[in-house]
Structure formats: structure tokens, C-alpha cells
T-cell receptor, first 116, second 114 residues
Framework: DAGITQSPRHKVTETGTPVTLRCHQTENHRYMYWYRQDPGHGLRLIHYSYGVKDTDKGEVSDGYSVSRSKTEDFLLTLESATSSQTSVYFC???????????????FGPGTRLTVL | GENVEQHPSTLSVQEGDSAVIKCTYSDSASNYFPWYKQELGKRPQLIIDIRSNVGEKKDQRIAVTLNKTAKHFSLHITETQPEDSAVYFCAASIPGGGADGLTFGKGTHLIIQP
């Protein structure tokens, strides 16, 4: 499955605590994305990265921040978790180095986050 | 921003029959339209995609058609089999920015009746 891992796979946390989710790839793909999936909403883009230290906001970025200090890792941080951030979070990657960004996106296995 | 509408939300067909799922998009600058299949508890898996310079693409029992003028695209599955049961998502690329994220439809739950 395209060499993408996510950690942790499951997490339960309390309202107000910070949470960091990690996406790791071994494919040397340039572009990385974070989506959340909720019943009735499909998948929605949170943030994306087009290179090391290059990131931008997606459709539902409020309450989230990201960092990419090296090609293989893309971190998603919930600065102060709320119950509305209970969701399944998917990371995706696309594009080999230098290629067009309009390329197949491969998804990681997902992280199920519950905020109590 | 881009908006993608997907219909129907649930589709039940007899095994061996065809299934059609339809999507519309709002931004005429979108140029990439993938379809994903997701089984319960699993990650979305790409099954077919189409780019805006092509009107139709086929891969065995699966085909996708694109009408740029009307801004809609459809997934066609022929000779459906039990393993086709899943949730299917259409998506459209989000123009602009440093990378092409995707806007997804809300999904179609396809049920194949034996």
C-alpha cells in the first residue's frame, strides 16, 4: 500500500489536550495531505504540503497545524483537542519528486481519534 | 472553492447488473477526477481516474465518463459481483495552490444483492 504508515492507529484523548498524528512515507513522494473522514461528509482536506517546510491550508484547517521537516514525515497537530475533532484521519501522498501534483493520491491506513 | 455532489447515497443492484454513480463539480478549472472504493474500516483505494483532456476511460468492468461542459462525471460498473459491495467516492482536484488536494463527494454505498 504505497509505503505509507500512520501512527498512532487509535487514540483516545481528553478535551483541551494537544495531540500529534504522524504520517510516514518511504516512497519519496513530494506531496502529502491530511484529510478527515466523518459520516455524511466524505473526506475533507485539512492541510497539505508541497515540499519540505512548504505547507498550506485546506478546507477545514481551523484548530489544526502541520509541519514537514523532512520529505518522509508529515505531522498533524491538534493544538487543543475538541469533541468536534473526533474523526478518522487519513494521510495521503502523491507525485514522485519533481512530478506534477495532479497525480494519483495514495492513502495511509488511517488514525481513529476520539476526543472525550 | 470546489464543491462535489454525488448521487445516489445508496444504490442496491442485483448481482450481474450494472451500477452507475454520478457526480457533479462546480469549478471548471478542476482537471483531475479520481474514484475511490472504501471497504468498512479500510483506507480509500483508487479504482479509476480521468483527466480533463479525456472523455471516457475503461478498465475491465469499470468505466468513467466525463462531460466538461456540463461539469459532471460518472462511474459505471458492469456485471457487478459481491466483492463490488463498498462505499464509492468521487473527487475533483482543487485548482490553485502548491499542490492539488481533492474535494470529495459524500459517498455512495453500493450493495450487491445475491
Amino acid at each position: 500500500d504505497a509505503g505509507i504508515t500512520q501512527s498512532p492507529r487509535h487514540k483516545v484523548t481528553e478535551t483541551g489536550t494537544p495531540v500529534t498524528l504522524r504520517c510516514h512515507q518511504t516512497e519519496n513522494h513530494r506531496y502529502m495531505y491530511w484529510y478527515r473522514q466523518d459520516p455524511g461528509h466524505g473526506l475533507r482536506l485539512i492541510h497539505y504540503s508541497y515540499g519540505v517546510k512548504d505547507t498550506d491550508k485546506g478546507e477545514v484547517s481551523d484548530g489544526y497545524s502541520v509541519s514537514r521537516s523532512k520529505t518522509e514525515d508529515f505531522l498533524l497537530t491538534l493544538e487543543s483537542a475538541t469533541s468536534s475533532q473526533t474523526s478518522v484521519y487519513f494521510c495521503a501522498i502523491s507525485g514522485t519528486s519533481g512530478s506534477s501534483s495532479t497525480d494519483t493520491q495514495y492513502f495511509g491506513p488511517g488514525t481513529r481519534l476520539t476526543v472525550l | 472553492g470546489e464543491n462535489v455532489e454525488q448521487h445516489p447515497s445508496t444504490l442496491s443492484v442485483q448481482e450481474g447488473d450494472s451500477a452507475v454513480i454520478k457526480c457533479t463539480y462546480s469549478d471548471s478549472a478542476s482537471n483531475y477526477f479520481p474514484w475511490y472504493k472504501q471497504e468498512l474500516g479500510k483506507r480509500p483505494q483508487l479504482i479509476i481516474d480521468i483527466r480533463s483532456n479525456v472523455g471516457e476511460k475503461k478498465d475491465q468492468r469499470i468505466a468513467v465518463t466525463l462531460n466538461k461542459t456540463a461539469k459532471h462525471f460518472s462511474l459505471h460498473i458492469t456485471e457487478t459481483q459481491p466483492e463490488d459491495s463498498a462505499v464509492y467516492f468521487c473527487a475533483a482536484s482543487i485548482p490553485g495552490g502548491g499542490a492539488d488536494g481533492l474535494t470529495f463527494g459524500k459517498g455512495t454505498h453500493l450493495i450487491i444483492q445475491p
